[in-house]
């Protein structure tokens, strides 16, 4: 049988040598070069690692060409259709569906650890009132690490497993406190028989002094956004949080190197940022002008919520949350919000026009998830929050994966070095 190589002629010498090629389960083949530079002293260059694969990982499968997503193998739709965030969460970290016993198992391991350390509360108060919340909960989630650091051995499952559920359980309770500040409310305590999103909601809108009832609506909604953002195989936080964790940092500290990265315009923050794209646009009849400085190569402006560096195709994700954006809005907030008007007129004219369709700049999932935290009366400043409390769990099925790997090294990168040969020093008196 043949062996699945490719042969590289460097034209330079004359000189050829073959590259061992690897297979996953699904997608495209990939040339092994881990031993290129030590065997033939030669470096690969991909700036934005656009053909690179990272790691291996058994958790999430994108074909961007055909707008395909699948979690641990299932569908992203059936997930988003037939399931919950904490049952994904146990798929996506345990690579199974659970039995009910299992579910529940988990849940209630889920709920033991909702609480934040009272002393932790003081963190919050060491902000202004105006800091983006994001920047509260780079800081909070990363001084975790500062109360489960000599306790916590990574080499250890149990103590990997509890750390999970730590992460998993107390974001929504850094996040929602995150808000509380900025609004000089009162902490409000997680209360542990309501569901994961439900408790959230209520950390987040109730007051110590008024009964508050989740509404069944906004609940449901947050837990699908929450399953459509959980996973995303190597996107820029996800491949932070990897480098990060493989030099044996503590999970805790790669939560909120995670979070940094998410927080980016580019990523995460794209959620906020169409919202205040829609804002700054104004009226229908302003698209037109907005579309031009979209194309225009020399206006830095760009549509928020279209492009995506995988998907070249229809954003699976973006397919389902637009329908429920739709449910939302009608239930929530009525017919007729000129913001999604504006959203869905901008939607239509774009996916008509030659540049976007040459492109293939779809609609991406951050396009919808906004209009809806909005109509659930989430403020915008804490849309890329939201989006960080559902990544958590891929953050943490993604570092679990990768120390559990008995070949697990530090990641390490090289360049291609494009600076100043070797010279000498100058002294500052012939400068
Ligand atoms: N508006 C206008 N033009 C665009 C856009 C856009 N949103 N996105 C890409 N382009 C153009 C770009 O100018 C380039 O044109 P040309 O080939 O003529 O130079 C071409 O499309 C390819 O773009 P790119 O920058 O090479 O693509 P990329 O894969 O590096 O970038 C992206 C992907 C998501 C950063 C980019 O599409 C973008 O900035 N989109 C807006 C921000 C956004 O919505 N981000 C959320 C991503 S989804 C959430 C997540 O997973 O984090």
Redo the contacts with the bound molecule.
């Keep these: 049988m043949k062996k699945d190589t490719v042969t590289i002629t460097d034209n330079a010498t004359g000189k050829s040598f073959e590259l061992p090629v690897t297979r996953g389960t699904m997608g495209p083949r990939a040339i092994d070069i881990s031993r290129l530079y030590r065997d033939h002293d030669f470096l690969t260059f991909d700036s934005?690692f656009?053909s690179t694969a990272s790691c291996s990982s058994q958790i999430t499968y994108i074909d961007g060409e055909k707008g395909v997503l699948l979690y641990r193998g299932y569908p992203i739709d059936q997930l988003a259709g037939q399931s919950t965030f904490l049952e994904v969460a146990y798929l996506m970290i345990n690579g199974e569906l659970p039995t009910a016993a299992q579910l529940e198992d988990f849940q209630g391991n889920i709920r033991r650890h909702t609480m934040i350390k009272e002393s932790l509360k003081g963190f919050f108060k060491g902000f202004y009132h105006d800091a983006h919340p994001m920047a509260t909960m780079v800081a909070v989630a990363g001084s975790l690490s500062a109360f489960y650091h000599d306790t916590l051995d990574i080499h250890n499952p149990l103590h990997r497993e509890l750390a999970a559920y730590r992460m998993i359980a107390k974001m929504p309770t850094i996040a929602a406190a995150s808000f509380k500040h900025s609004i000089s409310e009162p902490l409000i305590y997680p209360k542990n028989n309501l569901s994961y999103c439900g408790n959230f909601l209520h950390m987040m809108f109730s007051l110590p002094s008024e009964d508050y009832q989740v509404d069944p609506i906004a609940e449901k909604a947050l837990d699908m956004i929450f399953i459509l953002h959980a996973d995303?195989e190597q996107?820029?936080?996800t491949a932070t949080v990897r480098l990060s964790g493989s030099s044996g940092a503590n999970p805790f500290a790669c939560l909120s190197s995670g979070i940094t990265a998410?927080w980016g315009?580019?990523?995460?923050?794209?959620?906020e940022?169409?919202l205040r794209m829609l804002s700054q646009i104004g009226s229908i009849d302003q698209i037109p002008k907005y579309i031009a400085k979209?194309?225009d190569?020399n206006d830095p402006?760009?549509?928020?919520?279209?492009?995506?560096?995988?998907y070249k195709n229809y954003?699976p994700r973006a397919k389902l949350i637009r329908q429920m954006c739709h449910e939302v809005l009608n239930k929530i907030s009525g017919t007729g919000d000129p913001m999604l008007e504006l959203a869905m007129r901008l939607e239509e004219i774009a996916l008509n026009d030659e540049?976007?369709i040459e492109?293939k700049?779809y609609p991406?999932?951050?396009?919808y998830s906004g209009l809806i935290y909005k109509a659930l009366g989430i403020p915008v400043n804490m849309f890329t929050v939201m989006?960080a409390i559902a990544r958590t769990v891929g953050w943490v099925a993604q570092w679990m994966e990768m120390i559990s790997d008995p070949d697990q090294r530090i990641g390490r990168p090289r360049q291609l070095y494009t600076g100043s040969q070797q010279r000498d020093y100058v002294p500052m008196k012939k400068r």
Excluded: C, E, I, T
């Design positions: 934005g656009q995303h996107n820029a936080s998410l315009p580019a990523h995460g923050g794209a959620n940022a169409v979209a194309k190569k402006f760009r549509l928020m919520g279209f492009g995506h560096r995988v954003d540049y976007f492109r700049l991406n999932v951050d396009f989006f």
